[in-house]
């Protein structure tokens, strides 16, 4: 007898959303290559993680970056309004009042009469000069947490590449397996007809212990069938 194991198969079950989705709905033979490809696109996983290295390698060409100068530029424009003003009636206060102390009814009238814009623009730049090693360790750091996203992403490709495999063997093996074992059923089929017609006939050297003990096999084979199927069925 032969024993089939599914647990290869069993790893097949993260291979991947896309695949899982496309394998699902499109009846459609796929070879290994093209499922490896489905794989590496489909995969929310991988697409996650390029998205991290892509992150990495951002911080990475800011830190380069930290040898250029930075700066800050503002600039401040606000209205001028016009002012006058009025002494008291005895000349002791030359600005007791102004044209700004106006009754409600003239506000539109003081905020429009207008002297002219202020405006002011300052550029503020900052240059490293030296920083004591900071810069170029950031940048080694960087540089190392770019390599350590790739070799993590190349890790995980590998991973999921592992999987589609897993699942590809393991479907050609279930039906290997399925196809030598309805090939020996027939065989069993023809012995079992045969040794039933020499017990009936009382000729021939078979025996009921003979009977059985085919019967036995027979059972173990067809159980042997369904593991075979349901290891093709999750594949």
């Given at each position: 007898?032969?024993?089939?194991?599914?647990?290869?198969v069993?790893?097949?079950?993260c291979?991947?959303?896309?695949?899982?989705?496309?394998?699902a709905?499109q009846?459609k033979?796929y070879?290994?290559d093209e499922?490896l490809?489905?794989a590496r696109?489909?995969n929310?996983?991988?697409?996650?993680?390029?998205?991290?290295?892509?992150g990495?390698?951002?911080?990475?060409?800011?830190?380069?970056?930290?040898y250029?100068?930075?700066?800050?530029?503002?600039?401040?424009v606000?209205?001028v309004?016009?002012?006058?003003?009025y002494?008291?009636?005895d000349?002791?206060?030359?600005?007791?009042?102004?044209?700004?102390?106006?009754?409600?009814?003239?506000?539109?009238?003081?905020?429009t009469?207008?002297?002219g814009?202020f405006?002011r623009?300052?550029v503020?730049?900052?240059?490293?000069?030296?920083?004591?090693?900071?810069i170029?360790?950031?940048i080694?750091?960087?540089?190392?947490?770019?390599?350590?996203s790739?070799?993590?992403?190349?890790?995980q490709?590998?991973d999921?590449e592992?999987?589609?495999?897993?699942a590809?063997?393991?479907?050609?093996?279930a039906r290997e397996?399925?196809?030598?074992?309805?090939e020996?059923l027939?065989?069993?089929?023809?012995?079992?007809?045969?040794?039933?017609?020499?017990?009936?006939?009382?000729?021939g050297?078979?025996?009921?212990?003979?009977r059985?003990?085919?019967?036995?096999?027979?059972?173990?084979?067809?159980?042997?069938?369904?593991e075979?199927?349901?290891g093709?069925?999750?594949?």
């Open positions: 007898t032969h024993r089939f194991s599914i647990s290869a069993a790893a097949c079950l291979a991947g959303a896309g695949l899982l989705a496309s394998g709905a009846a033979a070879k290994l499922l490809d489905m696109k489909g929310p996983g991988l697409a996650a993680n390029a998205q991290v290295t892509a990495v390698e951002a911080q990475a060409l800011e830190a380069h970056r930290s250029l100068p930075t700066g800050e530029l503002s600039s401040t606000a209205p309004p016009r002012i006058q003003c002494p008291n009636s000349g002791s206060d030359p600005c007791a009042t102004t044209n700004f102390s106006f009754q409600p009814s003239q506000t539109f009238d003081a905020i009469n207008l002297r814009v405006t623009t300052e503020k730049l900052v240059q490293p000069i030296y920083t004591f090693g900071k170029s360790a950031g080694n750091a960087a540089e190392m947490g770019v390599e350590a790739r070799s993590k992403q190349s890790g490709v590998a999921v592992l999987n589609v495999r897993k590809y063997w393991g479907a050609k093996l397996m399925l196809s030598m074992l309805d020996g027939d065989y069993m089929n023809e012995a079992q007809k045969k040794i039933d017609e020499e017990l009936a006939e009382g000729s050297n078979a025996s009921v212990t003979d059985l003990r085919l019967r036995t096999m027979r059972a173990e084979i067809e159980a042997r069938v369904l075979a199927r349901r093709d069925a999750l594949a």
